[in-house]
Nanobody, 123 residues
Framework: HVQLVESGGGFVQPGVSLKLSCVGP???????MAWFRQRPGKEREAVASITKDEAITYADDVQGRFTISRDNAKDIIYLHMRNLKPEDTAMYYC???????????????????WGKGTQVTVS
């Protein structure tokens, strides 16, 4: 059964912004959440994470351009992506762990629940 659902992807030109959303019945304000992406021909990689206390970590190549946030009242997390580049083209996945924090934050195996992804194409 579907646990997380991402939305907001699209086909955009370089320099523009997109905001991704992730919802799902498994999400709670207690979870550690993250966004990952998988670029063509590459392994899935961590983009950003946010703990229940809103401690945030970003991958180096998105620091300053991407913002992860959560709305605990609605059990939604977001990824606001600015100044998109062609190298940001990827399938973007939402991930959740029913724990206050995870370590390492960037490992796929640190998370229990995943969505099916939303495609972002920058060209």
């Amino acid at each position: 059964h579907v646990q997380l659902v991402e939305s907001g992807g699209g086909f955009v030109q370089p320099g523009v912004s997109l905001k991704l959303s992730c919802v799902g019945p498994v999400l709670t304000s207690r979870d550690c959440m993250a966004w990952f992406r998988q670029r063509p021909g590459k392994e899935r990689e961590a983009v950003a994470s946010i703990t229940k206390d809103e401690a945030i970590t970003y991958a180096d190549d998105v620091q300053g351009r991407f913002t992860i946030s959560r709305d605990n009242a609605k059990d939604i997390i977001y990824l606001h992506m600015r100044n998109l580049k062609p190298e940001d083209t990827a399938m973007y996945y939402c991930a959740a762990a029913p724990r206050s924090t995870v370590s390492p934050w960037s490992y796929v195996v640190s998370y229990d629940y995943w969505g099916k992804g939303t495609q972002v194409t920058v060209s």
